[in-house]
């Protein structure tokens, strides 16, 4: 049986000699401890590009496949992180030790000038070869120490804070690799480390201390050239998948078979796709081209009636009058917005926003009840909610923190989504059109300039709608809106949350602002002590094909909120305190 273990692991001592045999080659000075101590040293030096090696290839790959965690892709990934920090690793750390167990013994080690292994250098180290193949492994020294208290001190500090040292960096290595996705795939590295680091026990443990005295070092190196690879761009994490929820082709029932009853309507989640970073609007005839049911348009026979009672005025806007009523026929409050000029255009416009917002069902969207003709104009009835907006909110109290933050831009990016997956765009995101009701949820208003069904014909004078601070600069140079317009507003909306300021800083005229972000003038009022403004600077990037779609920053903002021990579904009010005066 020995000899044939021995026959087994030849092949793999013959690589570790040759590896060793290398790296005295590279550095095996002739002077305490020894030539092959050190060689020691260099070789776990070169194992530990190992694993950086993996690293580098899976950020490689991730240039063309992105965030597409697929069954294959995390195959290869998985494969790549085992093989490159367990495997490897392993058998050659296992190789070495056992390399030297062999010179010790007299028999044949294959490493080229092993003559010197005879070599005393130290007076307390002795004869090489006796102090890297000779004493007790490590597991044995941990665990079944004999000798001086100090020397036993010495190697529980070696075999605790070298590899989990090295542990670390290996895990840098695996996220700076995964960067801008999900990071729970960079268990495929840092769990096969572990694994590996326990694996050693069984190697002499002088071998072992010095191995992990070059693993380290070349491990912190190791995320050099990690970095230099640079995560996938956005275009391709952008890059839309394709649909898989496309039920299966049914086949007709046969002419005996009655066909079976349709089942109850459900409410069908509205589903997590990429959005592109910047694709052109769909034609204006398939924008809501099929709403819910609308109410009775004005002049009908349910038009004109006096069933809702006014309270108070809750605004006044370029386009209408928002009131505080009470429905008296279903004795709920309800928000009227009444149109300023009933003229046509005006009444097209009305009827656009219910169109709108009747075919959004998100939790985070006003909601539209009615379209009626009151004895002053067109009327809205849409949902009230009770609250401030978020403007005068961060006006009053201050900025707001991160956690707070992230929770906005994760819940207006949802009900953005949910508007853009039945083709509307809202094009007038902004800290006013953001609710904050008593709870501190935040409820995303005002699609009076969503584009809708008709809405071509609305903006063929080439206005430019938007407010001037909080516009994309592709918007205020007269191109078609898209979602990555409504994701540049919204990322806007959230820097002003942090810092109180809009992005492009204030100007002293709306003329003056629309001219800065006509010009596409730098964005220098961010908040740059906050965790979000690498993904502020990335959304808020002039070149719409650049910025990262509204689902992209969901997954990052929420993957933040998660690791930061957070509820994704919380209120977002807290708010940052201010400095006491000195």
Request: one cysteine or more; aromatic letters at 8%.
């Amino acid at each position: 049986m020995g000899n044939t273990d021995s026959e087994g692991n030849q092949p793999v001592s013959g690589i570790a000699s040759a590896l060793l045999s290398f790296a005295h080659t590279l550095f095996g000075p002739g002077f305490c401890p020894g030539d092959w101590v050190w060689a020691t040293t260099t070789a776990g030096a070169l194992v530990a590009l190992f694993p950086a090696a993996g690293a580098l290839i899976v950020a490689i790959v991730r240039k063309g496949t992105g965030n597409r965690y697929d069954t294959t892709t995390l195959t290869v990934f998985g494969l790549i992180g085992v093989i490159s920090v367990l495997v490897l690793p392993w058998l050659m750390a296992s190789g070495i030790s056992e390399t030297f167990r062999a010179a010790n013994a007299g028999q044949a080690s294959g490493l080229s000038g092993g003559a010197s292994l005879s070599t005393n250098y130290c007076s307390f180290i002795g004869t090489q070869k006796t102090y890297l193949g000779g004493g007790s492994n490590v597991f044995e020294t941990l665990f079944y120490p004999r000798g001086l208290k100090l020397a036993y001190v010495l190697y529980l500090l070696a075999f605790t804070v070298l590899p989990v040292g090295s542990l670390l960096f290996v895990m840098l290595q695996a996220r700076t690799a995964f960067r801008r996705g999900p990071k729970w795939p960079s268990r495929f590295f840092w769990i096969p480390f572990v694994v590996m680091a326990v694996a050693t026990a069984g190697m002499s443990a002088n071998t072992a201390v010095h191995f992990w005295l070059g693993f380290l070092p070349f491990s912190v190196l190791g995320l050099i050239p990690v970095a230099l690879v640079g995560p996938p761009p956005w275009s391709v994490i952008n890059r839309p998948e394709p649909r898989r929820d496309e039920p299966p082709a049914v086949p007709p029932p046969s002419r005996r078979e009655p066909l079976p009853p349709p089942p109850p309507p459900q409410n069908k989640p509205y589903p997590a796709t990429a959005l592109a970073s910047a694709p052109e609007p769909p034609p204006a005839g398939m924008l809501a081209a099929a709403p819910g049911a609308i109410p009775p348009p004005p002049g009908s026979r349910n038009a004109g009636s006096s069933r809702y009672r006014r309270v108070r005025q809750l605004g006044h806007g370029g386009f209408g009058t928002v009131w505080e009523a009470v429905d008296t026929q279903l004795n709920r409050t309800v928000a009227l917005k009444i149109a300023h000029a009933p003229d046509r255009d005006t009444e097209e416009r009305m009827q656009r926003e219910a169109r709108a917002l009747a075919v959004v069902n998100h939790p985070n969207c006003v909601r539209v009840y009615d379209l009626v003709e009151e004895p002053d104009g067109l009327a809205l009835v849409m949902e009230y909610l009770q609250g401030r907006p978020l403007a005068e909110v961060v006006d009053a109290q201050g900025p707001i923190d991160d956690v707070a933050a992230g929770r906005l831009w994760s819940t207006m990016a949802g009900a953005l989504v949910a508007a853009h997956e039945r083709g509307v765009l809202h094009r007038d995101v902004k800290p006013s059109n953001v609710i904050l009701d008593p709870a501190g949820i935040a409820h995303l208003i005002d699609f009076g300039i969503a584009r809708s069904q008709g809405d071509s014909k609305m903006t063929a004078t080439g206005m430019m709608i938007g407010t001037p601070d909080f516009v994309a600069p592709e918007q205020a140079m007269g191109s078609p809106a898209s979602p990555a317009s409504d994701a540049w507003q919204l990322a806007a909306t959230v820097s002003y949350a942090l810092s109180g300021q809009p992005p492009r800083g204030t100007r002293e005229t709306p003329m003056a602002a629309l001219m800065a972000a006509a010009r596409a003038d730098p964005v220098t009022h961010l908040p740059q002590r906050s965790v979000h403004a690498r993904i502020l600077a990335a959304s808020l990037d002039p070149e719409p094909r650049r910025r990262p779609t509204l689902n992209s920053v969901r997954r990052e903002v929420d993957g933040w909120l998660s690791r930061s021990g957070k509820a994704l579904d919380g209120p977002v009010t807290q708010i940052v305190p201010r400095r006491s005066p000195r």
